[in-house]
Nanobody
Framework: QVQLVESGGGLVQAGGSLRLSCAASGRTFSSRTMGWFRQAPGKEREFVARISASGGTTYYADSVKGRFTISRDNAKNMVYLQMNSLNPEDTAVYYC??????????????WGQGTQVTVSS
């Protein structure tokens, strides 16, 4: 069982930065891939980024590549999403999630409750 709790969301002006955090419970954290997703009002949830269990491999959606950075600290059971150069299109609820594997299309089996990010123009 893994529990995930996001924090760090808020209101920021376009061009600004935010750092989201996700605290994970459970002894399997360091063996699992971690991901960030987001869902804007009226839109489907979309993938943002993921990071391998060791932290050595990352993958980003094209829409955030070069602006967002995912990282993790396995000693602290934490995963982060540094978001720079934010624009209003980044406004969404951001979710932390986890799954056993990095590659493939396997489902994310644990999800956090989400944290709101609002970017004003």
């Amino acid at each position: 069982q893994v529990q995930l709790v996001e924090s760090g969301g808020g209101l920021v002006q376009a061009g600004g930065s935010l750092r989201l955090s996700c605290a994970a419970s459970g002894r399997t954290f360091s063996s699992r891939t971690m991901g960030w997703f987001r869902q804007a009002p009226g839109k489907e949830r979309e993938f943002v980024a993921r990071i391998s269990a060791s932290g050595g491999t990352t993958y980003y959606a094209d829409s955030v590549k070069g602006r967002f950075t995912i990282s993790r600290d396995n000693a602290k059971n934490m995963v982060y999403l540094q978001m720079n150069s934010l624009n209003p299109e980044d406004t969404a609820v951001y979710y932390c999630a986890t799954r056993p594997t990095f590659y493939g299309n396997g489902p994310y089996d644990y999800w956090g409750q989400g944290t709101q990010v609002t970017v004003s123009s």
